[in-house]
């Protein structure tokens, strides 16, 4: 074996070696970190989900159910439900076609859309909230929609423009990263064998991305469930018709009916439960 090359793997196997001895800490030092991270997990979660779940509890059975049946709580749940069904695909098709631009093609502008894409991140959801109302209330264009009939704010669309604006990085930024490190070898061998570009996305691309895609969505989703500060400024807080499952948390709890806001409290905790279990799994797939 010529010297380089035994240099090089004389060294490897050193690297490795010390390595692997620096991850052999001694016992009381995993102990400490483990419980340092035990604790704050303790601490910061599992007991403000314990006491969310105790005050919804707190009057029984009766009173959750009574709560949960409520005509104004039944209108939230629906309109949160109905919000995210038109605001998540909306936003797998915006991620999808920003994804397959940005890593399949060369552009000018290619930066600038990256850094769009990143905006919401950036911008407070309350200030975003009140472009929206500024555009469709405060000038010509939403004199104009209030003109033929569109009533844009303080109506669901209104809700489902500002969860749209507030979600739609997850999908393509879950995407990218995945999408890049594919590279397009496998597209260009199916185009070049004859598929066409619907059946290249169709059978080659989709099911390469279906494990980053679907933790998009899930991301996407549990954000759209949750969202309070944009949805807040755009929905004027009408009961019963734009109030999704946060805002009718808070005229809930500001009415001192605090077992009805945390009957509600504990059920968009459960949502988000089983969307934290959705994304474990889909998580363990995509690394499988």
């Given at each position: 074996?010529?010297?380089?090359?035994?240099?090089?793997?004389?060294?490897?196997?050193?690297?490795?070696?010390?390595?692997?001895?620096?991850?052999?800490?001694?016992?009381?030092?995993?102990?400490?970190l483990l419980t340092v991270a035990l604790g704050f997990l303790f601490l910061f979660l599992f007991v403000?989900?314990?006491?969310?779940?105790?005050?919804?509890?707190?009057?029984?059975?009766?009173?959750?159910?009574?709560?949960?049946?409520?005509?104004?709580?039944?209108?939230?749940?629906?309109?949160?439900?109905?919000?995210?069904?038109?605001?998540?695909p909306l936003n797998v098709v915006f991620g999808l076609a920003a994804a397959w631009a940005i890593t399949k093609f060369n552009f000018?502008?290619?930066?600038?859309?990256?850094?769009?894409?990143?905006?919401?991140?950036?911008?407070?959801?309350?200030?975003?909230?009140?472009?929206?109302?500024?555009?469709?209330?405060?000038?010509?264009f939403g004199d104009w929609l209030k003109g033929h009939g569109w009533q844009i704010m303080f109506n669901t669309p209104g809700l489902i423009l500002a969860t749209l604006f507030v979600t739609f990085p997850f999908v393509a930024r879950e995407l990218i990263p995945l999408m890049q490190s594919?590279?397009?070898?496998?597209?260009?061998?199916?185009?070049?064998?004859?598929?066409?570009?619907?059946?290249?996305?169709?059978?080659?691309?989709?099911?390469?991305?279906?494990?980053?895609?679907?933790?998009?969505?899930?991301?996407?989703?549990?954000?759209?469930?949750?969202?309070?500060?944009?949805?807040?400024?755009v929905s004027g807080h009408v009961q019963g018709k734009t109030n999704t499952i946060p805002l009718h948390i808070e005229v809930l709890y500001e009415s001192n009916l605090y077992s009805a806001s945390f009957a509600m409290a504990s059920l968009l905790t459960l949502l988000a439960l089983l969307t934290l279990i959705v994304k474990i799994v889909v998580e363990r797939k995509h690394k499988a």
């Open positions: 074996m010529p010297a380089g090359i035994t240099s090089l793997v004389s060294t490897s196997r050193r690297l490795q070696h010390s390595g692997r001895q620096v991850l052999r800490e001694p016992a009381w030092v995993r102990l400490a403000p989900l314990l006491c969310v779940f105790a005050e919804a509890f707190k009057k029984g059975w009766h009173s959750y159910a009574g709560a949960l049946g409520d005509r104004n709580s039944q209108s939230a749940i629906f309109l949160t439900l109905k919000v995210c069904a038109v605001a998540v000018k502008g290619k930066n600038f859309l990256l850094t769009l894409i990143d905006l919401p991140f950036a911008v407070s959801p309350v200030i975003s909230g009140l472009v929206f109302v500024l555009i469709f209330s405060h000038t010509a594919q590279g397009s070898d496998e597209e260009q061998a199916a185009i070049s064998l004859g598929a066409s570009g619907w059946k290249t996305f169709w059978h080659v691309t989709l099911p390469n991305i279906k494990w980053g895609l679907l933790h998009g969505v899930v991301l996407c989703n549990a954000r759209a469930m949750g969202e309070f500060g944009a949805v807040s400024v």
